[in-house]
T-cell receptor
Framework: EPEVTQTPSHQVTQMGQEVILRCVPI?????FYWYRQILGQKVEFLVS????????KSEIFDDQFSVERPDGSNFTLKIRSTKLEDSAMYFC????????????FGNGTRLTVT | AQSVTQPDIHITVSEGASLELRCNYS??????LFWYVQSPGQGLQLLLK??????LVQGIKGFEAEFKRSQSSFNLRKPSVHWSDAAEYFC????????????FGAGTRLAVHP
């Protein structure tokens, strides 16, 4: 069964550094998402992306965050200047274009900001 | 505003016992409802979904859930729990159609005693 893949599985970075989290969605999917889960807390929506533009973003997704689909297969989340509170598990998800298609999640990237 | 409440943070059951995980949602229209499972260090795996029709839905791994509009609930059940079911379970609600952003509950951590 096709999967959403995320790399790296774990990233450690220093506060103030830029990080790029990478995702390869399922190949025929058209909707892409980033969610995050701070340790011990619920999974939170960050951003959705469709037709090469952001369709919705949450309050968390401020100017420090950006997303890009640089080619036909990758979907990236960039954090320009990381803060300690950005430490979390970041999940990528994708969805087909059928109205009843569920979201398929990757295994996540654990980001640790020191 | 949309929200999902999972009243039980932790549940412990014995292997072979029945299981019910509670989920209540708040949503202004007909919701799309989901249960996801997260094993330690893993991503979110879809167990089952409800879009319309039969209010009792069957999922993978022997799980089922029942949508009760009058109670705004979507409880997850399994008649006989296996040790491998120990994980965290998330209920989520989404809008119909389109990019279907999901709102997650806080999760219920399930422990299974032998």
């Amino acid at each position: 069964e096709p999967e959403v893949t995320q790399t790296p599985s774990h990233q450690v970075t220093q506060m103030g550094q830029e990080v790029i989290l990478r995702c390869v969605p399922i190949s025929n999917h058209l909707y892409f998402y980033w969610y995050r889960q701070i340790l011990g807390q619920k999974v939170e929506f960050l951003v959705s992306f469709y037709n090469n533009e952001i369709s919705e973003k949450s309050e968390i997704f401020d100017d420090q965050f950006s997303v890009e689909r640089p080619d036909g297969s990758n979907f990236t989340l960039k954090i320009r200047s990381t803060k300690l509170e950005d430490s979390a598990m970041y999940f990528c998800a994708s969805k087909g274009d059928s109205q009843n298609s569920p979201l398929h999640f990757g295994n996540g990237t654990r980001l640790t900001v020191t | 505003a949309q929200s999902v409440t999972q009243p039980d943070i932790h549940i412990t059951v014995s292997e072979g016992a029945s299981l019910e995980l509670r989920c209540n949602y708040s949503y202004g229209a007909t919701p799309y409802l989901f249960w996801y499972v997260q094993s330690p260090g893993q991503g979110l795996q879809l167990l089952l979904k409800y879009f319309s029709g039969d209010t009792l839905v069957q999922g993978i791994k022997g799980f089922e859930a029942e949508f009760k509009r009058s109670q705004s609930s979507f409880n997850l059940r399994k008649p006989s729990v296996h040790w491998s079911d120990a994980a965290e379970y998330f209920c989520a609600v989404g809008a119909s159609g389109g990019y279907n952003k999901l709102i997650f509950g806080a999760g219920t951590r399930l422990a299974v005693h032998p």
